[in-house]
């Protein structure tokens, strides 16, 4: 499979200059009583004169305009206008996500400039479709509930919101949270790959004995998704927001199970089984290919920047297998993911609606997001097809790791994300860091971040429960 390297989710450590600070801005309940998002615009001559990156297939066709950063997105471009009469794509900007969510934001500020449609990662919509002012059309208006059998319950989940009656984005695609592990490793000090956290420590302990220098694996205090899932994994619900009560959050970031699963990598921290490195450093970049680290717990995105690094041997040095569980009954959980969502300021909301229920809708689009931009994708029918689950990847030694990565994907249920995710993300990063490399108090830490981010939500205006 030709893939990319993608960064997905970790781009959004990026976005933290987006936190909504004051009342009125995207992610507060309160501001202008008009909401534009609620307003059908009918002009299909707007984007005439529109200056596209891609060439236009059929110049005299309706022009919609499109934000995104997909690899390949141009020639997802180009499919999509050869197969269409009566709309173009208009690539008018590839910028990366947090310089074109700043963008987007100043388009908001001066209420002119943004896109028709908009890529946007599930953990950002709630922040530009909250609140009175929502900035991110209601799709259901426009018949996105046909589709809605096409994908998976999970993405599809991330795009309401958190909420039942409205759809903010048509899925692209998921980050399905797996394990890849040094086979090498593993067999040199003979040591079973772990299928459970308690066989994960285990294992870190018998490597470390039997003299392997490096660590089992990483807990990054600076992870902010990564770490979610592994809430969720314990069953832990960390926030509850809908699009559809837009005034009120729930944050339960100091429950038990979050207690326990902190306190698991705080005990494994300390007797140096696993380090604490930051991801999207120049050294965490170095150690996930140099035998510093025996597994990496990631999502499935992480595929195409280990194909993509030069020097890293292929073959069977490297293995995918489901990430550790507590339990059996533990949920798949999940990193990352964007979608397509049009904007309150297309001047014909209609075709913005169609191009983004439309732009990944047949089989050849979906084979370019998957074979030439390294998405991984929630249709479900790609999902399930034979070719794709039994396609070898020479990188991890032909073995056929969408067997191991699709039912995860299919697996995953959704999570709810706060108005302010930035704000929490970067709280959290501060209390995980005084945690794992300072040896803070898990429990007073814990309730110190949630008195932390329930008084900034009181203080936008949110009414908060756990």
Known sequence: ??????????????????????????????????????????DAKANDTAKCRNTVKKPNAEKVTVWAWYPAFGKLVDHFNET???????????????KAYSRF????????????????????????????????????????DKIRSNYTAGAWKDVQLGGSKGVYGVPVDVGPVVMYYRKDIFDKYQVKPPTTWDEYEQAGRELKQKGYTGHIGNWQPNG??????????????????????????????????????????????????????DTDTAEWNKKNVDGSYATIIHASWLVGYL??????????????????????????????????????????????AKVAMELFGDDAAQDIAVNDSGLYPTWTKKLGSAAFLDRQEPFFGNQKINKIIAPVAQGYKGYQFLPFQTYANDEQTKTLSAILRDGKNVSTSLDSLQQTLSDYAKQQGFKVSQ
């Open 84 to 98: 269409h009469d009566d709309l173009q794509v208009c690539w008018t900007s590839a910028d990366q996500s947090a």
């Open 307 to 352: 194909n993509g690094v030069s020097g890293v041997q292929e073959g069977s040095q490297w293995q995918i297998a489901k990430a550790p569980v507590w339990d059996q009954s533990d949920p798949d959980v999940n990193c990352g993911g964007s979608g397509m969502a049009v904007t309150d300021q297309t001047k014909h909301t209609e075709a913005a």
């Open 224 to 277: 902010t998704l990564f770490n979610y899932a592994y809430y969720d994994q314990n069953g832990a619900k960390v926030f509850k927001y809908s699009a559809n009560d837009p005034e009120n959050v729930g944050i339960n970031i100091n429950s038990d199970k979050v207690k326990k699963v902190v306190s698991f990598w705080q005990k494994l921290a300390k007797d140096d089984i696993v380090a604490t490195d």
């Open 105 to 144: 934001n100043t388009t908001i500020k001066a209420k002119s400039g943004a896109p028709d449609v908009i890529q946007l990662e599930y953990a950002v919509m709630p922040q530009f479709a909250s609140g009175v002012e929502k900035h991110l059309v209601d799709l259901s208006k426009f018949g996105v």
């Open 1 to 42: 499979m030709k893939t990319a390297r993608l960064m997905g989710a970790s781009v959004l450590v990026a976005v933290m200059a987006l936190t909504a600070g004051a009342c009125g801005s995207p992610g507060s309940p309160s501001g202008s009583s008009n909401n534009e998002a609620s307003q059908v615009h009918n």
